[in-house]
């Protein structure tokens, strides 16, 4: 069993920058997928940024070159750098944790951005 503890987030102006950051524990393997999805109202939760194993990394199209997502093997963390926001970012974002053919949510965190 894997528990991800959130935090970060808040409320931002457009230009601005935030940090997510979460942190994994139970029994984690060194052969997984770590990263951010997000949930805006009304519309389906979709990928922001996923890092395999440490190292390989991916994007939404519409993030990219403006966030970055890293990972601490040996703390078992996320984090998701995210700059030059956009109100089209707000949304609520969740932690997302795989491994063993098993996924685990964070419980979210909310991110406004004002315009």
């Known amino acids: 069993q894997v528990q991800l503890v959130e935090s970060g987030g808040g409320l931002v102006q457009a230009g601005g920058s935030l940090r997510l950051a979460c942190a994994a524990s139970g029994t984690i393997f060194s052969i997984n997928v770590m990263g951010w999805y997000r949930q805006a109202p009304g519309k389906q939760r979709e990928l922001v940024a996923i890092i395999r194993n440490g190292y390989s990394t991916n994007y939404a199209s519409s993030v990219k070159g403006r966030f970055t997502i890293s990972s601490d093997n040996a703390k078992n963390t996320v984090t998701l750098q995210m700059n030059s926001l956009k109100p089209e970012d707000t949304a609520v974002y969740y932690c997302?944790?795989?491994?063993?053919?098993?996924?685990?949510w964070g419980q979210g965190t909310q991110v406004t951005v004002s315009s």
């Open positions: 997302y944790h795989s491994q063993e053919g098993n996924i685990y």
